[in-house]
């Protein structure tokens, strides 16, 4: 069985209103942690109050969300131009979204984490967002990344979380890297019919839309989109006791491209 077929979930439909699971701990206990869907229609509520860390984007639409005596209305028009809105709770907090617009579709993610930190509502001014890339390897490596969560925002988190949009025809993860820690990712296109192009480890994974991959540790992930294709991916880190994600490991073959000299064909 190759990598393709061990890692990546395809989602051939869509999804139906309700919450569909994509990766779960208890069949992917090497991953630490569950991911899935939730799509809600006008009127409907979704509640949850696990006894785990979890973590709510909304990809699109109008919610309200209730949690711990709040009560705040967001919205999202899409995943492109719009900047996510991420509620963060930690376990047993009770959390209500009802769906205000026609439809609503958010992420939803859970994991196991004893510590008590504040729950937080992420938007705009709490994002850390940059281009990255810029100036670099002829302009191939161009995206735009929101990181919500990581280490340094929040250290009682075991999530590091954000979202990545490459430009159409431009690389991700490059140079190559890995890291100790498992990831899943998340995708989606514009147009819908696009798609991309994941090495994972020595093999390639072709991603469509709503495609999920599991990243396990120590396996290299860069990946390149479609030319007129901007490709969205969702990314998730889950932090390892002791161990959390700080930063990527390089294969070091590579990182002469991304160097401000770098001489790269045809100017070579």
């Not at 942690?33 to 509640?47: P, R």
């Not at 991420?86 to 209500?96: A, Q, S």
């Not at 670099?136 to 490596?141: A, D, F, P, S």
Request: proline letters at 7%; one cysteine or more; charged letters at 25%.
């Amino acid at each position: 069985m190759g990598l393709e077929e061990q890692y990546k979930i395809r989602q051939k439909e869509g999804f139906k209103p309700g919450y569909t699971e994509i990766v779960s701990e208890k069949t992917n206990p090497e991953m630490l942690m569950s991911f899935g869907v939730m799509k809600i229609l006008k009127g409907e509520d979704f509640s949850n109050d696990e006894s785990l860390e979890r973590v709510f984007v909304l990809f699109h639409g109008e919610v309200e969300l209730s949690w711990n005596g709040n009560c705040v209305t967001v919205s999202r028009g899409n995943l492109y131009d719009d900047d996510p809105r991420t509620l963060h709770v930690p376990k047993n907090m009770k959390v209500n979204i009802k769906c205000l617009s026609e439809e609503a579709e958010f992420s939803v993610h859970k994991t196991e984490n004893e510590k008590e930190f504040a729950s937080k509502l992420y938007g705009s001014e709490e994002l850390v967002k940059e281009v990255r890339g810029k100036g670099t390897m002829n302009e191939t490596g161009t995206r735009l990344v929101r990181t919500i969560i990581d280490y340094s925002i929040d250290p009682d988190a075991n999530f590091m979380i954000g979202e990545d949009v490459q430009y159409p025809g431009k690389w991700a993860g490059f140079p190559s890297h890995s890291h100790a820690q498992p990831e899943i990712y998340f995708y989606r296109f514009l147009p819908e019919n696009g798609f991309g192009l994941l090495k994972l480890g020595d093999e390639g994974v072709c991603i469509e839309q709503d495609d999920t991959c599991i990243i396990p540790p120590t396996l290299v992930h860069p990946q390149v989109g479609a030319p007129g294709y901007a490709m969205y991916f969702l990314w998730v880190i889950r932090h390892l006791p002791g161990n959390p994600y700080i930063k990527p490991d390089f294969e070091e073959q590579h990182l002469w491209a991304e160097q401000p000299d770098a001489k790269i064909w045809p100017e070579r």
